[in-house]
């Protein structure tokens, strides 16, 4: 299997000279989290720009970007894989300390500062966060998905099983009578 690149910009210009860059790149097959996958349907198309400031505790950095692609996801009525449309914008203080292993957070004047220590700053925790904090708590393969029975878990999109299911349960027609009595 082909390993995936990690979405990386090199600061080593900026660090030493200031300015700005830019980067733009895609993502194949899946957007990494710590404990989980989120499949792609086509490319994440990705980019940012990094923007060299002169901070109070060291070498600081504006980075702002945005990440675009579908996301694989269930039909929330009857479970068939479903794209779903993703765009999200993003924005990081950034400050350079030399030596970190990987990327910190601290707090300084109730603003969040993201420490990193080598050059090579790795984007992909940041471009997955921003993906996964847009993606949508539900999706549907169409508007008028039939879901699946109740019986038997067809997908009644695509059988008609032939089961035949209440409109509701006795409580759920007591509770009606109730809601009604209550109106008047």
């Not at 923007?51 to 504006?62: I, S």
């Not at 479970?79 to 924005?91: C, D, E, S």
Request: proline residues 6%.
């Amino acid at each position: 299997m082909k390993q995936r690149p990690i979405p990386s910009i090199n600061l080593s210009r900026l660090i030493r000279e200031g300015g700005s860059t830019t980067a733009r790149d895609e993502i194949w097959d899946y957007i990494a989290l710590p404990n989980e996958r989120i499949p792609l349907v086509g490319p994440a198309v990705w980019k940012v720009s990094v923007a060299k400031m002169e901070g109070e505790g060291g070498v600081d950095f504006w980075l702002s970007g945005e990440i675009a692609g579908n996301a694989l996801m269930e039909c929330r009525r009857c479970l068939a894989p479903t794209p779903a449309a993703v765009r999200a914008h993003f924005q990081y203080l950034l400050r350079y300390q030399s030596g970190l292993a990987h990327l910190e957070a601290i707090e300084e004047n109730e603003e969040e500062i993201l420490l990193f220590g080598h050059p090579d700053l790795d984007l992909e925790p940041l471009l997955s966060e921003a993906f996964a904090l847009e993606l949508p708590y539900t999706v549907l393969c169409k508007e008028d998905c039939k879901g699946l029975c109740p019986v038997c878990g067809a997908n009644l999109n695509e059988v008609d099983c032939g089961h035949q299911t209440r409109a509701q349960s006795r409580l759920g027609a007591e509770l009606s009578k109730l809601l009604d009595g209550l109106k008047d």
